[in-house]
């Protein structure tokens, strides 16, 4: 059912829906348009209301091919909505959760694209905030580039920051989609350009690997690694890239690249990955440890009880998909804006490794694997119940001697027991 948005803008049908509101299929006197119509509550907020206009002209003159351009805010009633370039394709997510890793070609020349439109970004000022598959589109009208690769568009500038208000959040809150959150966000500081460059790394990690760096399980230990465990390698990848990779996941913020230079040394990279095929990796912690099997979880760990059973040939659930609340469904999306408790740096600290579990060659066995643990545990058990057994034995054995030995009678009989040609006493 349409509806005016405006007086300039028609919304024919629901796109999609984010945390933050409903993408529509839009018309406009330029002809057809996406419109983000924002929540109810977040258009009744004066304040970020008054934000959003403020910030127009810079949403407005933010343009570059990279970059789905907003055309028009419009404030009208209960209404607040951003008039974007409408993007015929789809999502990086959709892309991942069909394929679930791309080959390095695609994924690099995917990430150097994003890394161009963040370039324009920060040096206009704007720091994105919410990097992640889900803002990545995909121009499946525009022209193939390097592995087959569709133009890659960064969408929804500007809604984390005008979301994460002073006086809508706390400073004692995280503002952020877990698996993409930079360290000195966990840890409080305000967030500059270099926390764009670290979200849009562990998106290039993720579309290598099929699983972010520090992603699955809690929330709270998602972010929890982020500040302290270091990235795991990935089997196979030129070396090169790989530096790239763990300079940009660097916990200094200092330490990274900066986006220009970013995309500048993936376009570098390029040429020496054609042809390459996906990387043929197990995600850490695939191995299932025998008390998992029957009916156990080990702490901390998800539970995918929690989750339908996946049909045959179709995907389990993704990985870092977890409900924040017991018993709820799954944040399937991982939608963006989930407003946490920023950690204490006793909690930080506490049960971490300092370094990743590694990813590995598929097939291959890794000594510490859950399956080999869970393995030497059943050898123990067994040992251990045999060595009982010897134990009753031996016991039942010499009390048996010791009795016999006690009560034997001139001659050698035994009280109760029949001797043969001679009688019971």
């Not at 005016?4 to 024919?12: D, E, L, V, W």
């Not at 407005?60 to 993007?87: C, F, I, N, Q, W």
């Not at 090169?240 to 996941?249: G, V």
């Given at each position: ?351 971490a490794h300092g370094t990743a579990r590694a990813p590995r060659a598929a097939g291959e066995r890794r000594a510490g694997s859950a399956r080999h643990r869970s393995s030497a545990e059943a050898v123990r058990r067994r040992r251990l119940k045999l060595g009982m057994a010897a134990v009753l034995v031996v016991v039942a054995a010499l009390g048996g001697w010791l009795a016999s030995s006690g009560g034997d009678e001139p001659g050698g009989a035994t009280p109760g027991v029949h001797q043969p040609g001679g009688s019971t006493p």
């Open positions: 059912m349409a509806r005016k948005i405006g007086s300039r803008y028609t919304a024919h049908q629901i796109l999609g829906r984010g945390s933050a509101g409903t993408v529509w299929l839009g018309e406009g006197p330029e002809g057809a348009v996406a419109i983000k119509l924002l929540r109810e509550d977040l258009a009744s907020d004066q304040e970020l209301v008054g934000r959003f206009v403020q910030e127009r002209a810079a949403l407005l003159s933010l343009e570059h091919p990279h970059v789905v351009g907003v055309r028009d805010l419009v404030v009208d009633g209960a209404d607040l909505a951003l008039v974007m370039d409408l993007v015929r394709g789809t999502d990086l997510r959709t892309r991942l959760e069909r394929e679930r890793r791309l080959a390095p070609e695609a994924a690099v020349a995917i990430a150097a694209d994003v890394a161009d439109g963040l370039a324009a970004a920060h040096a206009a000022r704007i720091v994105h905030r919410d990097v992640k598959p889900e803002n990545v589109l995909l121009d499946m009208q525009g022209p193939l580039g390097p592995g087959g690769a569709h133009p890659a568009l960064l969408t929804d500038f500007g809604i984390a920051r005008l979301v994460d208000s002073p006086r809508r959040t706390r400073a004692t809150k995280v503002i952020g989609t877990p698996d993409y959150l930079a360290p000195e966000i966990i840890e409080g500081l305000p967030p500059r350009a270099s926390v764009d460059v670290y979200a849009l790394a562990t998106v290039l990690y993720e579309m290598l690997a099929g699983f972010t760096p520090f992603g699955g399980g809690h929330p709270g230990a998602v972010l929890r690694r982020h500040v302290t465990e270091s990235v795991a390698p990935l089997p196979g990848i030129p070396d090169e890239l790989w530096q790239l990779l763990i300079q940009c996941l660097a916990k200094a913020p200092a330490s990274r690249l900066r986006a220009p230079e970013l995309a500048a040394r993936l376009r570098e990279i390029l040429p020496g990955l054609a042809g390459m095929p996906p990387l043929d990796i197990d995600e850490p912690g695939g191995d299932q440890p025998e008390d998992e099997a029957e009916g156990g979880a080990p702490a901390g760990s998800r539970d995918d009880s929690r989750y339908p059973a996946a049909a045959p040939g179709e995907a389990g659930p993704p990985r870092g998909a977890v409900p924040l609340v017991q018993g709820s469904a799954p944040d399937s999306n991982r939608e963006t804006h989930t407003s946490m408790r920023v950690p204490g740096p006793d909690e930080l600290a506490g049960g």
